[in-house]
């Protein structure tokens, strides 16, 4: 997906590059952690703004207003900080911008931006924007919006109303403040992803009672002669003639075909000090050539300074099984098509959470306002993927309750109803909610094989439909489900699907089986048949861990783009399909 997010699959994870969704073994945990380490992070998508307004007020006597946009960032603290200013466009209120600015977009995180509109007085016409007292200039109006809402939008425009803050501006005038258009584009022009798979043969071994467990890392060199991860494959457990899964490229990202790149051969350690094995310098271009000629390349040791020779020469060689090129949409491709992500619920109504009455309980509505695990599990998970859903209407069911004059229900709707599940929007789903708190009997035992199927049953009918939507299922709860094989069977059905699940486990419980169908921590999920599922479409995080800081939920989303795109290229779905 080029430099979007990093796909994690197989056993790969690509700092900035892609590879194929499949699982991850602990070993990349550790090698994961040695990047962090060093500050190495996954590197997202960098999106150019671009503004243009109409209709702007007339703030000058003699000729139209001067404008200038200023743009600001809020902070976790809530407070917006100033990041960029336009230059100013003179005598105009249909102004189009020149400057863009450039933002990191990052899909886990609701980052809202504040655009201000200023009429650049003449008497400053002379002074940098930079150096520029806005409280000496006029406001034109300002607006705001989240990131999110802007790349979700098709071609990526967004219009916005201009508003006055202030309330001394009557309100005949504050109806007439023009509009402000935003428009993203990502930086990259060129998709291109090369694809390679890669070999060596006579590694050293670096362990003492068994052989290396090698893998490789790819960096690009800058003009400072440093080196910059870009990529690294999964781990070969045992294995001093390893072939590595698929890694794949941005060519733009590194470069071009004939910049330097670093390609390095560790060996794994559990307590992430790897041992460097060997290295070779190649450009793309040369990997290629690799391929074609079926030859293979000499790794070396770089040799302490004072010795004759730069490099120690090694018997250990990298070959390129395969090079190919291909053009790689990134997620945000797809949602400038108009593909959406449908945000659905399932909530744990089983009695382990305890009386709702009672302080003690999970599912205790606290008097004061403050959220329950459960109400902030929904907002924080919700609130991001919102922007996403065109409608915002949102399926939300609870399961292991008793409702009124009725037997235990492993899916019954949130909103009480019998005909449909939908409600409006985040607010709808915390209403309904706390409604059926007071309509239903909390009972057992907790089973997830029918909502699951219920999710996936939706996201059937969307794909026969043709329909440009991919689904994300959140399930709550507090306890060990007691239907493990069919929850397992149910995934590996609706792996298959336009479909993701997302698991948040709220209280002390012991989640381990939870981490069974998450296949980050393990084997692919396999049904009672032997089937074994097609992609990895569960992330599961415990609750105690989101309260420690908004990390966790950003890691519980972080994997979604990944998934969304590993669904879209298995079927060969294209953007403008």
Same mark, same amino acid.
């Given at each position: 997906?080029?430099?979007?997010?990093?796909?994690?699959?197989?056993?790969?994870?690509?700092?900035?590059?892609?590879?194929?969704?499949?699982?991850?073994?602990?070993?990349?945990?550790?090698?994961?952690?040695?990047?962090?380490?060093?500050?190495?992070?996954?590197?997202?998508?960098?999106?150019?703004?671009?503004?243009?307004?109409?209709?702007?007020?007339?703030?000058?006597?003699?000729?139209?207003?001067?404008?200038?946009?200023?743009?600001?960032?809020?902070?976790?603290?809530?407070?917006?900080?100033?990041?960029?200013?336009?230059?100013?466009?003179?005598?105009?209120?249909?102004?189009?911008?020149?400057?863009?600015?450039?933002?990191?977009?990052?899909?886990?995180?609701?980052?809202?931006?504040?655009?201000?509109?200023?009429?650049?007085?003449?008497?400053?016409? /002379?002074?940098?924007? @930079?150096?520029?007292? $806005?409280?000496? &200039? =006029?406001?034109?109006?300002?607006? %705001?919006?989240?990131?999110? #809402?802007?790349?979700?939008?098709?071609?990526?425009?967004?219009?916005?109303?201009?508003?006055?803050?202030?309330?001394?501006?009557?309100?005949?005038?504050?109806?007439?403040?023009?509009?402000?258009?935003?428009?993203?584009?990502?930086?990259?022009?060129?998709?291109?992803?090369?694809?390679?798979?890669?070999?060596?043969?006579?590694?050293?071994?670096?362990?003492?009672?068994?052989?290396?467990?090698?893998?490789?890392?790819?960096?690009?060199?800058?003009?400072?002669?440093?080196?910059?991860?870009?990529?690294?494959?999964?781990?070969?457990?045992?294995?001093? /003639?390893?072939?590595? @899964?698929?890694?794949? $490229?941005?060519? &733009? =990202?590194?470069?071009?075909?004939? %910049?330097?790149?670093?390609? #390095?051969?560790?060996?794994?350690?559990?307590?992430?000090?790897?041992?460097?094995?060997?290295?070779?310098?190649?450009?793309?271009?040369?990997?290629?050539?690799?391929?074609?000629?079926?030859?293979?390349?000499?790794?070396?040791?770089?040799?302490?300074?004072?010795?004759?020779?730069?490099?120690?020469?090694?018997?250990?060689?990298?070959?390129?099984?395969?090079?190919?090129?291909?053009?790689?949409?990134?997620?945000?491709?797809?949602?400038?098509?108009?593909?959406?992500?449908?945000?659905?619920?399932?909530?744990?109504?089983?009695?382990?959470?305890?009386?709702?009455?009672?302080?003690?309980?999970?599912?205790?509505?606290?008097?004061?306002?403050?959220?329950?695990?459960?109400?902030?599990?929904?907002?924080?998970?919700?609130?991001?993927?919102?922007?996403?859903?065109?409608?915002?209407?949102?399926?939300?069911?609870?399961?292991?309750?008793?409702?009124?004059?009725?037997?235990?229900?492993?899916?019954?709707?949130?909103?009480?109803?019998?005909?449909?599940?939908?409600?409006?929007?985040?607010?709808?789903?915390?209403?309904?909610?706390?409604?059926?708190?007071?309509?239903?009997?909390?009972?057992?035992?907790?089973?997830?094989?029918?909502?699951?199927?219920?999710?996936?049953?939706?996201?059937?009918?969307?794909?026969?439909?043709?329909?440009?939507?991919?689904?994300?299922?959140?399930?709550?709860?507090?306890?060990?489900?007691?239907?493990?094989?069919?929850?397992?069977?149910?995934?590996?059905?609706?792996?298959?699907?336009?479909?993701?699940?997302?698991?948040?486990?709220?209280?002390?419980?012991?989640?381990?089986?939870?981490?069974?169908?998450?296949?980050?921590?393990?084997?692919?999920?396999?049904?009672?048949?032997?089937?074994?599922?097609?992609?990895?479409?569960?992330?599961?995080?415990?609750?105690?861990?989101?309260?420690?800081?908004?990390?966790?939920?950003?890691?519980?989303?972080?994997?979604?783009?990944?998934?969304?795109?590993?669904?879209?290229?298995?079927?060969?779905?294209?953007?403008?399909?």
């Amino acid at each position: 997906m080029g430099n979007c997010c990093s796909d994690v699959g197989g056993g790969m994870t690509a700092i900035g590059g892609t590879a194929p969704s499949t699982s991850t073994s602990n070993q990349n945990d550790a090698a994961d952690w040695y990047f962090k380490s060093h500050g190495i992070h996954g590197i997202f998508s960098q999106i150019e703004l671009s503004f243009s307004a109409t209709s702007l007020r007339d703030r000058d006597v003699f000729s139209k207003s001067d404008p200038m946009v200023v743009v600001y960032i809020q902070e976790r603290d809530g407070a917006f900080t100033e990041v960029f200013r336009t230059e100013v466009v003179l005598n105009s209120l249909n102004p189009t911008w020149i400057t863009k600015y450039t933002i990191t977009y990052q899909f886990e995180i609701v980052q809202i931006l504040l655009f201000r509109v200023f009429d650049i007085d003449t008497q400053f016409h /002379n002074v940098e924007v @930079k150096m520029l007292k $806005l409280e000496e &200039q =006029q406001s034109l109006g300002e607006a %705001s919006c989240a990131l999110s #809402e802007i790349v979700s939008k098709p071609n990526r425009s967004l219009i916005l109303d201009l508003v006055q803050r202030e309330e001394s501006v009557p309100s005949t005038h504050s109806q007439h403040q023009g509009k402000l258009t935003v428009h993203a584009e990502e930086c990259f022009s060129s998709k291109t992803t090369a694809e390679m798979t890669l070999k060596c043969l006579n590694l050293e071994s670096k362990d003492l009672f068994s052989k290396s467990d090698p893998f490789l890392v790819i960096s690009k060199v800058v003009e400072s002669g440093m080196s910059i991860p870009v990529c690294k494959t999964e781990v070969s457990k045992n294995d001093l /003639n390893p072939t590595w @899964k698929p890694v794949f $490229l941005n060519i &733009q =990202q590194v470069g071009s075909k004939d %910049s330097p790149l670093v390609i #390095e051969c560790f060996n794994f350690n559990s307590n992430g000090k790897h041992d460097l094995i060997g290295k070779v310098q190649k450009s793309l271009a040369d990997l290629e050539k690799l391929h074609t000629g079926r030859e293979g390349e000499n790794l070396f040791l770089p040799t302490p300074v004072g010795h004759d020779n730069q490099n120690k020469a090694l018997k250990s060689k990298l070959f390129v099984e395969k090079y190919s090129e291909t053009v790689q949409y990134t997620f945000l491709d797809y949602l400038a098509a108009g593909f959406e992500l449908n945000f659905m619920v399932a909530i744990d109504f089983t009695a382990s959470n305890g009386n709702p009455r009672l302080p003690d309980s999970l599912h205790y509505i606290d008097p004061s306002g403050r959220l329950n695990a459960y109400q902030k599990a929904i907002y924080e998970v919700g609130e991001v993927l919102q922007f996403y859903d065109a409608d915002k209407r949102f399926p939300a069911w609870g399961f292991g309750a008793r409702p009124i004059d009725g037997p235990v229900s492993h899916c019954f709707n949130l909103n009480g109803s019998s005909n449909y599940c939908e409600v409006e929007g985040i607010r709808g789903i915390m209403m309904a909610y706390t409604s059926a708190l007071f309509n239903v009997s909390l009972a057992g035992p907790t089973l997830f094989g029918h909502v699951i199927n219920r999710a996936a049953m939706i996201a059937s009918q969307s794909l026969a439909n043709d329909a440009k939507k991919y689904f994300v299922l959140l399930i709550i709860t507090d306890g060990v489900i007691t239907d493990l094989q069919e929850t397992k069977d149910a995934l590996v059905k609706a792996s298959d699907l336009p479909l993701s699940i997302l698991i948040v486990g709220v209280g002390g419980a012991d989640f381990k089986e939870m981490e069974i169908l998450d296949a980050d921590k393990g084997e692919r999920l396999e049904s009672s048949t032997g089937r074994v599922a097609s992609r990895d479409i569960v992330q599961f995080v415990p609750f105690r861990d989101v309260q420690n800081g908004p990390s966790v939920v950003q890691e519980l989303l972080a994997e979604l783009p990944s998934q969304f795109l590993a669904y879209m290229r298995s079927r060969e779905i294209k953007p403008c399909s």
